[in-house]
């Protein structure tokens, strides 16, 4: 008797959208404290970019001996509960993948993940939308609380990359936390960007009393942001060196299974934008990454296994 699989997508070699593949898997029961999920939906990210085009390779940080799996975040059902789990079959829940040494990701049929980073997806959202939100809500949540409090006396913060994933969610959750929020982005974007309650601007002048740069190359870096302020960025191999008094901090997302069932509830709210731009069949991720790669969208490309 044949032992069952899946199919994943993954990169042997990587050398952009092309070399990906899809393969079939061996089906994994999950361990104490594990969940079996039936993949629904995986968002593509700009980090599936960067893996399937070999950069974090190159830098060292994954050293598959046979393939690397790509995806981060995801929306499903589960299908099965190890040993400890009080989660039901069928449970429509959302969560991520971190790291980049793995050789399994969310592009994929079905996953093996720990419950405690799993959260169940409000009835009023539906699965596709929820995919979204994982790593893009969580990135945003954990940069406002590297933000803080803003001070009474300077408060203004300039969130470049405003219409993009991470970049709209900062500017959606940043004024719980007091912060008065300008978003940076292209003229087409101004509408979504104000529509976030936002202000908006297409240049960074100086002056600002804390940046979020969530631009992928950290473009503007720390020239905005004024002397004693803070900067946050979501680059690690990019932190600029402080200078001026300024405090740097650099975004190393985690997972967490309550601060998401937050962001879902967000979601489902309309407090958060869970933006799709197409879905495509999982077999069609080298189409996606292409689409992605010639930039210009707004919302996720969401692969359907």
């Known amino acids: 008797m044949n032992n069952p699989t899946f199919r994943a997508a993954v990169v042997r070699?990587?050398?952009?959208?092309?070399?990906?593949?899809?393969?079939?898997?061996?089906?994994?029961?999950?361990?104490?404290?594990?969940?079996?999920?039936?993949?629904?939906?995986?968002?593509?990210?700009?980090?599936?970019?960067?893996?399937?085009?070999?950069?974090?390779?190159?830098?060292?940080?994954?050293?598959?001996?046979?393939?690397?799996?790509?995806?981060?975040?995801?929306?499903?059902?589960?299908?099965?509960?190890?040993?400890?789990?009080?989660?039901?079959?069928?449970?429509?829940?959302?969560?991520?993948?971190?790291?980049?040494?793995?050789?399994?990701?969310?592009?994929?049929?079905?996953?093996?993940?720990?419950?405690a980073d799993l959260a169940v997806v409000p009835d009023d959202l539906d699965l596709v939308a929820a995919s979204t939100v994982p790593l893009s809500g969580s990135s945003a949540a954990q940069i406002v609380d590297l933000l803080g409090d803003a001070p009474a006396d300077g408060n203004r913060l300039l969130v470049t990359g405003a219409a993009g994933a991470v970049g709209a969610n900062v500017a959606a959750l940043a004024p719980d936390r007091g912060w008065q929020v300008t978003g940076l982005a292209r003229a087409e974007d101004e509408s979504f960007v104000r529509a976030l309650g936002a202000g908006?601007?297409?240049?960074?002048?100086?002056?600002?009393?804390?940046?979020?740069?969530?631009?992928?190359?950290?473009?503007w870096s720390l020239t905005p942001v004024r002397d004693g302020g803070i900067f946050v960025g979501v680059r690690p191999n990019l932190t600029p060196a402080a200078e001026r008094g300024i405090t740097v901090k650099i975004l190393m997302v985690q997972s967490d299974g309550r601060r998401l069932a937050q962001l879902l509830a967000h979601a489902a709210a309309g407090r958060l934008p869970a933006r799709v731009h197409a879905v495509l069949p999982l077999a069609e991720a080298a189409t996606a990454h292409h689409a992605m790669a010639n930039g210009g969208t707004r919302g996720r490309y969401v692969l359907e296994p």
């Open 13 to 115: 070699t990587p050398s952009g959208p092309d070399s990906i593949e899809i393969i079939d898997v061996p089906v994994a029961e999950p361990g104490p404290g594990e969940v079996r999920v039936a993949v629904a939906a995986a968002p593509v990210n700009p980090t599936d970019l960067g893996v399937a085009g070999g950069f974090f390779h190159r830098m060292g940080m994954i050293n598959q001996p046979s393939h690397t799996g790509l995806g981060w975040d995801f929306a499903g059902t589960v299908l099965a509960t190890g040993p400890g789990v009080d989660l039901a079959a069928g449970t429509r829940v959302a969560g991520m993948v971190l790291g980049f040494d793995r050789d399994f990701g969310t592009y994929a049929e079905q996953l093996v993940v720990p419950a």
């Open 200 to 219: 908006f601007r297409t240049e960074a002048e100086p002056g600002w009393d804390a940046v979020v740069d969530t631009t992928a190359q950290q473009t």
